[in-house]
């Protein structure tokens, strides 16, 4: 079959002139030297796949950098195909690259890919749909279906209606869109059409929000001085239930939008959403969650119970290349008001369908691009179903509570916060500078890779876990290592 493609793409290169002399211009040959090897690169690229994720245990997490800055290459004005592409990345760029798809990456709260993913997201490439029209539309049929999955894994009701997007702070953006639209409807003018000025002032209030909040606000117009801290309970990341309501009061008779977190970036806390919600049969505010990674407590039985009162949103963000283990970028937004989100995102053109009753995700999202990113989340949510991905989210809660144990016994770290899920939030219990804890970092980093924060005004570090090939020997890896970069930097 090889053969044959080889001899098919001769022939079309030997053609002649098309009819009346007109010259076709053939395709570059090494463009169609490619196409005819076509299934041998493919294979040459599976070995390479195969062999990073293979050594993934061996590897540096984090490599230490080039001695010297590594040269820019020109743009070859004439290419040498796949195969020589193929041997400069793995000279000049795959040494380089951090073991992120593995089990002892623990920052940012990033999943790796598993093997259903992985091979959703090589056939998301391959098919290479963008799924915003129904004018050819089985890549929307394909991620209703996964939404609809989704929404039943996180016990969201059939109100909410989701799509997908690249991120967390795209699903954030997306759904204080919606919330900005429904400002304008409780103001009876339509910011999509007279501009975000037409608001007049919002009141965007928070506890604990992540940093993608301010700059959602940035980009909607809102202004990142829209956004109000409002206090936490003591000791927590928590919104104090009770101060929210006062600052509601602060404004009668203008609808706000609060921001509530299930599982905030630092100790993985919890608002109570369910007392949130009650607040609305007092005051009128628009309640998007974010749930970028907390969601996914509502798998385990032990913690279900901390996403109680989110099908209460009205949006909720959900970050899917954290917990669900899909290769990046990878999110969904889920909200009541599908007709405003409409209303904002719509995109008139003669080439798109109508608006309709069921929108095409042209009308939905800020992009008119759409790849098929759902695929991967479909083909790991089909292998695995329910019941793996509860043991992936178990498990890494599993392995951060040993780590939180482990470091609390070394007298060399003081643990910040409670391990309340997946996150251990820790610091030197001497002289925990900056500087400090970025050499400590860089002495563990061969074994894992964590990332830095500060809790409470105090400079830490915190560690993530969400990868589906960790376990309890990475954990003991991991410990390891911080144990002796500890001792090492006195």
């Not at 050594?55 to 020109?74: C, G, I, M, S, Y």
């Not at 899917?320 to 995109?347: E, G, I």
């Not at 376990?471 to 090492?488: F, G, M, N, P, Y």
Request: aromatic share 6%; hydrophobic share 45%.
């Amino acid at each position: 079959m090889r053969n044959g493609a080889g001899e098919a793409t001769r022939a079309r290169l030997a053609r002649p002139p098309g009819p009346g002399g007109a010259y076709r211009a053939p395709m570059d040959r090494t463009l169609a030297a490619d196409l005819a090897r076509l299934p041998d690169l493919l294979d040459a690229t599976r070995d390479a796949a195969a062999e990073a994720l293979a050594t993934l245990d061996a590897r540096p997490v984090v490599p230490p950098p080039p001695d010297k800055p590594q040269e820019r290459e020109a743009l070859p004005e004439r290419g040498t195909g796949t195969e020589a592409a193929l041997a400069a990345f793995a000279d000049r760029w795959a040494p380089r690259l951090s073991a992120s798809a593995g089990p002892r990456y623990l920052g940012f709260v990033t999943g790796g890919a598993t093997p259903a993913a992985l091979a959703g997201d090589w056939l998301t490439a391959a098919h290479d749909q963008n799924s915003n029209s129904a004018l050819d539309g089985a890549g929307q049929d394909l991620e209703r279906e996964t939404v609809g999955w989704l929404r039943d894994l996180f016990h969201l009701s059939d109100a909410h209606t989701g799509t997908f997007v690249s991120g967390a702070t795209m699903s954030n953006t997306t759904g204080l869109a919606i919330a900005r639209e429904w400002l304008g409807e409780r103001l009876d003018v339509s910011p999509a059409e007279d501009g975000a000025a037409a608001l007049g002032p919002v009141r965007v209030l928070s506890g604990a929000p992540h940093s993608s909040i301010a700059k959602a606000l940035s980009v909607l117009g809102l202004g990142r001085g829209a956004l109000v801290p409002v206090p936490t309970l003591p000791g927590r990341e928590a919104v104090d239930p009770a101060a929210l309501e006062r600052a509601l009061a602060d404004a009668p008779g203008l609808p706000a939008v609060v921001v509530a977190n299930a599982g905030t970036v630092n100790t993985v806390d919890f608002d109570d959403l369910r007392a949130i919600a009650a607040l609305r049969e007092r005051h009128d505010f628009w309640l998007h969650t974010d749930a970028a990674f907390g969601a996914f407590a509502a798998l385990s039985p032990e913690h279900a119970h901390l996403t109680a009162g989110l099908d209460a949103a009205d949006s909720v963000c959900v970050d899917l290349h954290k917990w669900l283990n899909v290769p990046y970028d990878s999110a969904v937004l889920f909200t009541r008001r599908r007709d405003l989100q409409a209303r904002v995102f719509q995109n008139a053109a003669a080439y798109l369908g109508p608006l309709g009753d069921h929108p095409d995700l042209v009308h939905l999202t800020p992009e008119n691009s759409h790849r098929l990113r759902a695929l991967a989340a479909w083909f790991t949510l089909r292998a695995y179903g329910r019941e793996g991905h509860r043991e992936i989210v178990e498990r890494d809660i599993a392995c951060a509570r040993a780590l939180g144990a482990s470091l609390a016994e070394d007298p060399s770290f003081t643990v910040l916060a409670p391990v309340r899920l997946n996150v251990v939030c820790f610091t030197l219990a001497a002289e925990p500078t900056p500087a400090r804890l970025t050499a400590l970092r860089e002495a563990a980093a061969p074994e894992v890779f964590v990332t830095p924060t500060t809790y409470a005004g105090t400079p830490a570090l915190r560690a993530a876990f969400s990868n589906w090939r960790t376990t309890h020997a990475d954990v003991r890896r991991i410990a390891q290592a911080l144990h002796t970069a500890a001792r090492e930097l006195g």
